[in-house]
């Protein structure tokens, strides 16, 4: 079985301050991690995924997220935010050897302040 | 390509009453699903599907049923509505076992 926690339900930033949102998960097998974004009254939009080809993944809108699996990790980041940047984050896990219907966390509101 | 449609975006049900969520996916995805939202739980599971004919429960069943007839269609039945199952709702589809999920635009139902 996989799980996801994401620590913290809300992150408060300044507009140009770094972005740091945590998620980290549980996994017997070898997972494939994503981070979604979902803006207000929206669905849900990929950011970016990892699938064991690099650690540190690229995404859209200058985010990114580096898989450490001695932490069992897979935080994101951007190192400057933008007033655009509020909505709320989900990480999720799925892994081999199951559906692979991926596992979500209970997501991470961030807000941006000016 | 419309991607994963849902309908309806908003519904109102009494208790007791029962319903059909409509989501169709025109990318021939293999993999679909139905999750729910609620405040501080994030997305939960439902049910979901790896391909036509075959359905299996997730984390939350109780209360839903799905049926596979088709790769595209994937419905979602609410048995006998309860206030329980206020939510918003998203249908999402993937074509592999490692690619992302596409979601629909959610269908927001309240039961009174």
């Known amino acids: 079985a996989q799980s996801v926690t994401q620590l913290g339900s809300h992150v408060s930033v300044s507009e140009g301050a770094l972005v740091l949102l945590r998620c980290n998960y549980s996994s017997s097998v070898p997972p494939y991690l994503f981070w979604y974004v979902q803006y207000p009254n929206q669905g849900l939009q990929l950011l970016l995924k990892y699938t064991s080809a690099a650690t540190l993944v690229k995404g859209i809108n200058g985010f990114e997220a580096e898989f450490k699996k001695s932490e069992t990790s897979f935080h994101l980041t951007k190192p400057s935010a933008h007033m655009s940047d509020a909505a709320e984050y989900f990480c999720?896990?799925?892994?081999?050897?199951?559906?692979?219907?991926?596992?979500f966390g209970r997501g991470t509101s961030l807000i941006v302040h000016p | 390509n419309a991607g994963v449609t849902q309908t309806p975006k908003f519904q109102v049900l009494k208790t007791g009453q029962s319903m059909t969520l409509q989501c169709a996916q025109d990318?021939?995805?293999?993999?679909m699903s139905w999750y729910r939202q609620d405040p501080g739980m994030g997305l939960r599971l439902i049910h979901y599907?790896?391909?036509?004919?075959?359905?299996d429960q997730g984390e939350v069943p109780n209360g839903y049923n799905v049926s596979r007839s088709t790769t595209e269609d994937f419905p979602l039945r609410l048995l006998s509505a309860a206030p329980s199952q206020t939510s918003v709702y998203f249908c999402?589809?993937?074509?592999?076992?490692?690619?992302?999920?596409?979601f629909g635009n959610g269908t927001r139902l309240t039961v009174t």
């Open positions: 990318m021939n995805h293999e993999y």
């Open positions: 999402a589809s993937m074509g592999s076992n490692n690619s992302p999920l596409h």
């Open positions: 999720a896990v799925s892994a081999s050897g199951g559906s692979y219907i991926p596992t």
């Open positions: 599907s790896v391909g036509a004919g075959i359905t």
